[in-house]
Every structure is written in structure tokens, then in C-alpha cells.
């Protein structure tokens, strides 16, 4: 099997967050409806399907700038979507075990785009 790179493709990137919010609407249809699980599950679909849409619009950046402060908005989607998962675990409102796997990805997800924000900064600053 050929090495693979520690980096990934911006198609690649594109297909994950789009999974992503693919399996956080799944997630939101499988509680209980009503009052507190419906509210929480409400805003996690809202910034977990918001990840992958803002990416999206981070591969359309018309400058560095643009992409660092989409990527930007990525970055909080991502971190506001597990925050809503962290609630919905600790509540008792969802069982944990159901949320761990997507709760994973969201953080996966969340070093991939501070890793690029990062890297992103250093050539932008390189070539100043």
C-alpha cells in the first residue's frame, strides 16, 4: 500500500465535512423530540451542517486573507458543534456512546483546520 500523506486533498477535505454534517443530521433525527433535546439538537445540525458549507466557501476564497478568515468560521462551527455534542452527552439527554465517534471527527476535523490556519499564516507571513 503506497504511503499515504499526512496532509489531505482539498477534495478529500470536501467529502469529510460534507460526511460530516451528513452523520450530524442523522445524529439529530435519533433523540428524543421535545424540549431540551430538540433545542440542543437544533443548534448542533445548524453549526454541524455549517462546517462543511463554510469550507466549501474557504475553496472559493478569492485571497489568502479570505481563505484564513473562512477557514476562521470553520474553525468555530467545528468547536461549537462539539460543545453542543458535549451537552447533549453530559445532560443525559443523548447516550455518549452514540455521539463518541462523531464527537472524535468534530475534533479531527477541528486540528485539520487549525493545522492549515496555522500553516496558512506561516507562508502568508513568509512572503511579506
Given amino acids: 500500500m503506497p504511503e499515504r500523506s499526512d ?3 482539498k477534495e478529500e477535505m470536501l467529502k469529510r465535512t460534507k460526511a460530516f ?4 443530521i442523522k445524529a439529530v433525527n435519533a433523540p428524543p423530540k421535545g ?4 433545542i440542543l439538537g437544533r443548534q ?3 453549526s454541524g451542517t455549517s462546517v462543511g458549507a463554510n469550507y466549501r466557501a474557504a475553496c472559493r ?8 478568515n473562512k477557514l476562521k468560521i470553520v474553525e468555530e462551527e467545528c468547536d461549537e458543534t462539539r460543545y453542543w455534542m458535549e ?3 453530559e445532560s443525559g439527554t443523548f447516550p455518549q456512546k452514540r455521539l463518541e465517534s462523531l464527537m472524535q471527527e468534530a475534533t479531527e476535523i477541528l486540528s485539520i483546520i487549525v493545522s492549515a490556519l ?3 499564516r506561516t507562508r502568508q507571513q513568509n512572503y511579506s
Fill in 87 to 89: 451537552l447533549l452527552a
Fill in 118 to 120: 496555522r500553516t496558512t
Fill in 21 to 24: 454534517a451528513l452523520r450530524v
Fill in 35 to 38: 424540549g431540551v433535546p430538540d
Fill in 61 to 68: 476564497a478569492k485571497s489568502t486573507s479570505d481563505f484564513v
Fill in 7 to 9: 496532509t489531505m486533498t
Fill in 44 to 46: 448542533m445540525l445548524r
